[in-house]
């Protein structure tokens, strides 16, 4: 069974910049179109960033614009999040995925991660 796991969360001050990275086990990801969505307390999953298998096209959530990117390394079998100018309201646990292209919505993506926890102190 194909399984996906995030990494780089931690509790960070607001400013800072994490870096999440998203590896799968029993397949390479080289073929797999990858999302990041996240999910803070008592609010719905959120789109945060998708990225093509080949890595030519990127999507990115409104919220998330201009501080978030994300990108791959085949290579090395991982897809990254990378976010700069950490605020508290990106608190959330942050999950990558994996869908038939770099859509927006949740539902049409088919293999998750457990997640990894993000918390940004102000």
């Known amino acids: 069974q194909v399984q996906l796991i995030e990494s780089g969360g931690g509790l960070v001050q607001a400013g800072a910049s994490l870096r999440l990275s998203c590896t799968s086990s029993?397949?390479?990801?080289?073929?797999?179109?990858v999302g990041w969505f996240r999910q803070a307390p008592g609010k719905d999953r959120e789109f945060v960033a998708a990225?093509?298998?080949?890595?030519?096209?990127?999507n990115i959530g409104n919220s998330v614009k201009g501080r978030f990117t994300i990108s791959r390394d085949n290579a090395k079998n991982t897809v990254y999040l990378q976010m700069n100018s950490l605020i508290p309201e990106d608190t959330a646990v942050y999950y990558c995925?994996?869908?038939?292209?770099?859509?927006?919505?949740?539902?049409?993506?088919?293999?998750w991660g457990r997640g990894t926890q993000v918390t940004v102190s102000s």
């Open positions: 995925a994996i869908g038939p292209w770099p859509s927006g919505d949740s539902s049409q993506y088919a293999l």
């Open positions: 029993g397949r390479p990801l080289s073929t797999d179109d």
């Open positions: 990225i093509h298998y080949g890595g030519a096209y990127t």
